[in-house]
Every structure is written in structure tokens, then in C-alpha cells.
Nanobody
Framework: QVRLVESGGGLVQAGGSLGLTCAASGDIGTIYDMGWYRQAPGKQRELVAAVVQGGKTNSADSVKGRFAISRDDAKATVSLQMNNLKAEDTAVYYC????????????WGQGTQVTVSS
């Protein structure tokens, strides 16, 4: 069982910055992908950014140049620095980890709310 705990969400004004951190614990094994999705009210969950197997970073076009993701496999953490936030970034942000320990798995965090006021 792998548990993910997110921290760092909150309320910020447009143009401001927030940082999110996700820490994994449990029988993690090998980390393949680790990153963030988000879901706004009435919308589908979408990829924000992830560091995938091989070290490549994938991110949504809407956040490129504003958000930066970093991953520390030794600590089993992933962080998302969000700058120049916009009202449309308002959503619940979910951390995820795709890995393998005896068998492959994908685990999700409980989500953290990010609200950007315009």
C-alpha cells in the first residue's frame, strides 16, 4: 500500500505564487512516474505536470513557463512551483505516483484545493 500526502494548497491572488508538495510512503518500490493532475468544477481531470520514467517532464501547454515540477526519488517526493497564477488554475490538485513493487500500481493523493482570486 502506497500513501500520498499533499500539502501547500490555498488561496492566492492572480499573479501570485504557490508551491505544492507530495510525499509518498509505504511499499513504494521503483518510481516510474510522479506528478500532478487537477480537476476544476464541472471539468475532467487533466494532467498538469509529471516527471515520467527516464526523467522526462510532461506538462500542459497552459502551465508551461509558469509552473515548474521537481522530483526527488530518494525522498519519494514531488513538488510543483506555481507562478503567475491565473483564475483558470483554480482546481483541486491531485498528486499521483506510478510505480512497481512486486506488481505495478498507481496511487493517488487525496487532493488539495488551489483557489486563485481575480
Amino acid at each position: 500500500q502506497v500513501r500520498l500526502v499533499e500539502s501547500g494548497g490555498g488561496l492566492v491572488q492572480a499573479g501570485g505564487s504557490l508551491g505544492l508538495t507530495c510525499a509518498a510512503s509505504g511499499d513504494i518500490g521503483t518510481i516510474y512516474d510522479m506528478g500532478w493532475y487537477r480537476q476544476a468544477p464541472g471539468k475532467q481531470r487533466e494532467l498538469v505536470a509529471a516527471v515520467v520514467q527516464g526523467g522526462k517532464t510532461n506538462s500542459a501547454d497552459s502551465v508551461k513557463g509558469r509552473f515548474a515540477i521537481s522530483r526527488d526519488d530518494a525522498k519519494a517526493t514531488v513538488s510543483l512551483q506555481m507562478n503567475n497564477l491565473k483564475a483558470e488554475d483554480t482546481a483541486v490538485y491531485y498528486c499521483y505516483l506510478r510505480g512497481e513493487s512486486m506488481r505495478s500500481y498507481t496511487s493517488w493523493g487525496q487532493g488539495t484545493q488551489v483557489t486563485v482570486s481575480s
